[in-house]
């Protein structure tokens, strides 16, 4: 290849096929299938990152007893399931033992085997991620990670589910959650 700079002719390398094949792995890790964004849950103070433009949900369920609504924000993008959901407790002394049971309830419903329980930085609550490897009703295998967390009266729960979780996903998913 050669080009003219100011009249003088230079030899310039030529790119090499392992340049071009980096090239497209940069430009692909770069798809446009997450899509970050800011997001808040109505009537709370969370903000966290979604990949994708959430669809909004309510339901009610028997969260510690007596039957709760229950409103979620979510989506499916780059293959994984992204999701918040939040609850508004009467009593803030039992979001806890509320906690603790939909913890349980979720890994019972995705059939997981041994989950592994940490702490999670969460600025304004106390939170724990948990991890755990289960099946879809389908019987395939499914990856999920969930965060738990309150604050006063509300309860959260916020999750990740996948054939396999992309540990930069992750990352970015549940390192995004704050209270403003």
Do not use: H
Not at 145 to 162: E, K, P, R, W
């Amino acid at each position: 290849m050669l080009t003219i700079f100011g009249g003088a002719a230079r030899s310039l390398p030529r790119p090499s096929a392992a340049f071009f094949l980096t090239a497209i792995a940069v430009l692909a890790a770069c798809s446009p299938s997450l899509n970050w964004r800011e997001v808040r849950p109505e009537g709370t103070r969370l903000a966290l990152l979604l990949p994708c433009k959430p669809d909004k949900a309510q339901k009610t369920v028997p969260l510690g007893g007596p039957a709760t609504p229950l409103s979620m924000l979510g989506c499916d993008a780059g293959g994984a399931t992204f999701a918040v959901a939040v609850a508004q407790l009467g009593d803030a002394a039992q979001a806890a033992p509320v906690l603790a049971q939909w913890q349980s309830l979720a890994l019972a419903n995705m059939k997981a085997g041994p989950a592994q329980v940490a702490p999670l930085k969460v600025s304004g609550a106390a939170a724990v991620l948990v991890k755990a490897q289960g099946s879809r009703p389908d019987g395939a295998v499914v990856e999920g990670q969930a965060a738990y967390f309150a604050q006063g009266a509300q309860v959260f729960q916020v999750v990740l589910y996948a054939d396999r979780i992309a540990p930069e996903v992750a990352e970015t998913f549940f390192s995004s959650l704050k209270f403003e």
